[in-house]
């Protein structure tokens, strides 16, 4: 399928995400944590709404750069922005959040590379969008937006304060 | 667009350069965390060619090595059939045969290092070659100046000792130019380049070092292994002429400036015991930096296929 989301359905995307969050932990203490690049995005707008309540909540930026499985090796290494962690994560509720789940690859990256920061009392999984095709034995908590795909098919996110418009296009893939 | 070898610093444009810098940030912020590693080598092997004795950059590229779950083996250059009579190039026809994936090399020969890149996939790392380079020791110092000056154009560093002879002083001095630092250099005229072909301002008198107004003082080690004693009268003279003496280092400390070493440091010698806890001393920063910049150096390297 091919089709396009625009800055309307992202931001309900956002609100819906951050009204399941809300309504399923409870004010309980948490802390959300964004995946490079975009995924941090799609965190801190959550935190923004979430923030509107009273109750304690950290936001930090995962680089799992070094943690990947796949291109890495094959041709340039990415280049690398860091992880911001400034909370102790030993024992705490985590979100993590990414803008796209697909694989689940980089969601095994990312609890490794977590995993070498302490040890977290729990780990859940929002994603702004699941366009399905899992290869790996991870499932999101939290969905802001389900999308039917093709497994060939390109998802390509843009966001505002990364890329300069909220805007997500479905892409046939023309090659085999 | 990463390269297979990194030979010297002359090869890289300021954009490498850059990049190389920033990338040490967030392999320094990995030291920090409660497991002092990544996976991002993790199956690769590295190799340690030394030919010449080395404690610190040796343990410093193989800290590197296995902060980035890289296999570290060391050639054990001593107890080799180098001794045996076995030439560079048939050590590394036998290297490569044992796909090794990056080779950290030093050799007192300048070049060799360049031979060795020439003849294998592997990547090669130069860690220092004769009188010629040292690139990762300029990288380190770029990498601590920027930590104290951000933006550290027009910033002074004054490197101090055998210019002459030292790989540490032209590859920093190649690196800090292409920041836009300025560079002098202090020695006795014996030791010094007679001609600089960067433009750098030379010194052989101290009071006269000092009123060119340095933002830091690099101080060189005197390499007693090298018999560069023979190039002045003795260490005591030395150390009166040149060293930081406990009256110069009340002097740089009113003046607020920065003290760095490569190390190992010679008490005594370029610098009395007192500088060794001067609050302005960069030398053991300039340690742990050297770390996080081999980890950005290795992980940017891209060996050959195949």
Known sequence: MTGTLGPDDIAAGIEALAKVIRERTD???????????????????????????????????????????????LHENPKLQGSEIDFDLNGRHLIL???????????????????????????????????????????????????????NDHVLVSLQGTDGEDKVEIKEKTEP | ????????????????????????????????????????LKGKSVLMLFYEPSTRTHSSFEVAAKR???????????????VKGESVRETVETLQAMRTDYIVVRHGRSGLP???????????????????????????????????????????????????????????????KKLGVEVAYLGPGSLLPRTCPLGIPRFTDYEEAMRWKPDVVYLL??????????????????????????????????????LMHPGPVNRGVELCDQAMDYSRSLINTQVENGIAVRMAVLYWLKPREG
């Not at chain 1, 965190?43 to 979430?50: F, G, Q, S, Y």
């Not at chain 1, 929002?126 to 969905?143: C, N, T």
């Open chain 2, 68 to 82: 980035l779950s890289a296999d570290v083996t060391n050639f054990d250059v001593a107890h080799s059939s180098v």
């Open chain 1, 97 to 151: 959040v990414d803008d796209v789940l697909f694989t689940g690859r980089t969601i095994r990256a990312a609890l490794d590379a977590l995993s070498d920061y302490g040890r977290p009392g729990r780990v859940e999984l929002a994603v702004l969008i699941d366009r399905g095709h899992r290869e790996l034995p991870i499932q999101p908590d939290y969905v802001g937006i389900p999308l039917e795909t093709s497994r």
């Open chain 2, 221 to 258: 080690r005197v390499q007693m292994e090298r018999q560069e004693a023979q190039f002045f009268p003795s260490l005591r003279e030395y150390h009166r002429v040149y060293g930081m003496t406990h009256e110069r280092l009340k002097r740089i400390e009113d003046a607020g400036i920065w």
């Open chain 2, 1 to 40: 667009m990463a390269r297979k070898d990194l030979l010297d610093l002359a090869s890289l444009d300021r954009s490498e350069i850059d990049h190389l810098l920033e990338q040490a940030v967030p392999f320094k912020e990995v030291f920090t965390r409660s497991v002092k590693k990544v996976p991002a």
């Open chain 1, 27 to 73: 004010g309980r203490p948490i802390a959300l944590v964004g995946i490079r690049s975009r995924g941090d995005e799609v965190a801190e707008r959550v935190c923004t709404i979430l923030a509107e309540d009273d109750r304690e909540l950290d936001f930090g930026i995962l680089d799992i750069s070094l943690y990947r499985d796949d291109f890495a090796h």
């Open chain 2, 114 to 176: 360049a031979m060795i890149a020439s003849q294998t996939k592997a990547s090669v790392v130069n860690a220092g070659d004769g009188a010629h380079a040292h690139p990762t020791q300029g990288l380190l110092d770029a990498f601590t100046l920027k930590e104290v000056f951000p933006e550290p154009e027009g910033r002074r560093v004054l490197i101090v000792g055998d210019i002459l002879h030292s790989r540490v002083a032209r590859s920093t001095s190649k690196v800090l």
